[in-house]
């Protein structure tokens, strides 16, 4: 149940309401005046706080903003003997929940304090998710302690801070968005939206109205008005990966967003203006891209303020055995699974292979792996067979070799219970590869 807190000089009426309140199942703790009030919020924590206006150390309108400062989450109710406009408008640009006269509205205390305790205890949960995402994305969760990493992490903890834009670079599966989400996470924009979108997953048109909105009609197709991820964006930070994929076409109109902060909806003719933190990633040569004609070099100068390349997990191979505890402790949790142990073949058969996918292809492989688990411990045999081939332990006849591609396949198959597309995503192998292989199983 909720806490109360009333302040209040009245003995006899603070006690009063005291044990009404108390008898409707809250808990309620008392003081008289500014002073005690305050130490007692600090200590008490509560929900919600009763107080009058009128105290012999202070007004309870300034008192209101006091109380958000120490605990944004409580919800104050202001209680006067002499109810008037001014001090009631004051009270709520203060952050009062209500402001109500003794006497008067008595019968309104308690389905108010209802209210302000549903109110306060939404605010405590909204804290907490966005706490536990902070904490999720914060640089402290970035696996990995090679020198490479930590100036590439280093990098980003510095320009969090700030609202500069940021390109990060490096191979596809690298983490871009992690760095992303963790930038955003660390900034003043904290509490803003994080929006991302992939830029070489829309065509033209539709990219263009993704990111910028349109107005009903202006396209066939168009049926309503739509917000663009821009205006989603707005006072949080927008993440474009693959921003070498954009068209040249579109992206005059990103550098205006970047300049000017403005852009004009599909079908529009005045601006939309937004307060949007751009960060952009690619896995292409942006020099490279200008030189082809494929890319703005005032786009690129405007996006590469402040540049991070995140190496790839080739070059930081130290860090391999720190992921695979990571990402079998997230696939246990999710399948229902118990790993003890991890034996040390399993992980320098890992350490050994060339991870041309880079964290996204180790993720794939760990998580093939707790599929072909049989107990409770992560093994050499539990990994695909190009591991055994890098590591030399293949057996060198083709066909056993054939045979164990036929046997892991099919038991990722049954984990899937005959879902084709699944299964091809958790192989790492095209559908239609996946189809040509079956065929030559004789499985349909």
């Not at 402290?140 to 670079?169: F, H, M, P, W, Y």
């Not at 999710?334 to 050994?352: T, V």
Request: charged letters at 30%.
């Amino acid at each position: 149940m909720a806490k109360i807190l009333i302040i209040d000089d009245e003995e006899q009426l603070r006690r009063l309401m005291a044990r009404i309140i108390g008898l409707e199942g809250y808990e309620v703790a008392e003081a008289p005046d500014c002073s005690s009030g305050m130490k007692t919020l600090r200590r008490y924590d509560p929900d919600v706080v009763l107080c009058d206006v009128k105290l012999p150390d202070g007004n309870g309108v300034e008192m209101v903003s006091r109380i958000k400062e120490a605990a944004p989450a409580t919800e104050v109710i202001l209680l006067t003997a002499y109810g008037n406009i001014p001090d009631g408008v004051q009270a709520i640009k203060n952050g009062a929940f209500d402001y109500i006269t003794k006497g008067d509205d008595n019968n309104k205390i308690l389905p108010l304090l209802s209210r302000a305790a549903e109110k306060a205890e939404m605010q405590r949960r909204l804290t907490r998710i966005e706490n536990k995402l902070s904490e999720e994305h914060s640089f402290d969760r970035i696996v990995g302690d090679s020198e490479v990493l930590r100036r590439a992490v280093d990098l980003a903890r510095k320009v969090a801070v700030t609202d500069t834009s940021v390109l990060l670079t490096g191979e596809t599966g690298t983490g871009k968005e992690v760095f992303a989400q963790a930038i955003h996470h660390a900034s003043r924009r904290a509490k803003g939206a994080f929006v991302a979108i992939n830029c070489s997953a829309f065509s033209r048109e539709l990219l263009e109205s993704e990111l910028f909105g349109h107005r009903a009609g202006s396209f066939t197709g168009a049926a309503k008005d739509k917000k663009g991820l821009f205006e989603e964006a707005d006072k949080g930070t927008l993440f474009l990966d693959e921003i070498g994929e954009m068209p040249v076409e579109l992206q005059a109109k990103l550098l205006r967003v970047l300049e000017s902060g403005e852009f004009i909806k599909i079908g529009e003719t005045r601006p939309t203006r937004v307060d949007v933190r751009l960060i952009a990633a690619t896995n292409r040569d942006l020099e490279k891209e200008i030189a082809a004609g494929n890319f703005r070099e005032d786009l690129y100068f405007r996006l590469s303020v402040f540049r991070i390349h995140l190496p790839s997990l080739r070059e930081r191979p130290g860090d391999i055995a720190g992921y695979i505890r990571v990402f079998a402790a997230q696939f246990a949790d999710k399948m229902g699974r118990r790993i003890d142990s991890i034996d040390a073949d399993y992980i320098a058969a890992l350490e050994r292979h060339t991870w041309h996918g880079n964290v996204r292809e180790l993720r794939n492989a760990v998580e093939r792996s707790m599929i072909m688990a049989d107990g409770n411990r992560l093994t050499a045999d539990c990994l695909a067979p190009e591991f055994h081939a890098a590591a030399g332990s293949a057996d060198p006849d083709s066909l056993a070799l054939d045979d164990l591609e036929r046997r892991h396949i099919l038991r990722v198959l049954e984990h899937t219970r005959g879902n084709k597309a699944e299964a091809a995503r958790l192989l790492g192998i095209g559908i239609a590869t996946l189809y040509r292989k079956l065929d030559g199983y004789g499985v349909k």
